[in-house]
């Protein structure tokens, strides 16, 4: 079997019934994220206690990429720390431009390695982490287009 089934596999999955869909009740912090030139945009929620994600929640129009990651790091979110979460950020970037075959604390993130084929796609695949990066942060936006 290809590696092209389960990436296609999950990541329809996840576009069609997303987890943690919506929206938290209330949000302690939150982020947009944008990229304009391929119309993504998408709102992510965290609550965090004791410096760590005990809800997340995730809303917005974006393609099937963004959608399925979006969803896919809701469960990976859970119980970490902003460090861990950058360091799986770093790893799942490397690891969908081509770099390593796969991080076993990714899960099921480790099929959108096929990302690597696709150089053009990656930065909708990384836009739910950077998002999620900036509201740990406290901004308000997140993109992962380059700057004119």
């Known amino acids: 079997m290809s590696a ?3 990436y296609r596999d999950i990541v329809l999955d ?3 019934a997303p987890r943690r869909l919506g929206r938290l009740a209330p949000p302690a912090q939150a982020a947009e994220g944008v990229n304009a030139l ?3 945009r998408l709102r992510i929620e965290v609550r965090v206690e004791q410096d760590r994600v005990t809800a997340y929640a995730f809303e917005g ?3 099937a990429i963004a959608t399925a990651t979006a969803s896919l790091l809701g469960d990976l979110a859970l119980g970490r720390g902003r460090d861990d ?3 799986l950020e770093r790893g799942f970037a490397t690891l969908i431009g081509g770099g390593i075959a796969e991080i076993a604390e990714l899960g099921a993130l480790n099929a959108l390695s096929e990302l690597a084929r696709y150089p053009a796609r990656r930065k909708c695949a990384l836009l739910p982490f950077a ?3 900036a509201a740990l942060r406290g901004e308000s936006r997140a993109t992962t287009e380059l700057p004119a």
């Open 38 to 40: 391929c119309g993504d």
């Open 14 to 16: 996840h576009h069609r």
């Open 4 to 6: 092209i089934g389960p």
């Open 61 to 63: 129009e974006c393609c």
């Open 131 to 133: 998002t999620l990066s």
């Open 85 to 87: 979460l950058a360091l």
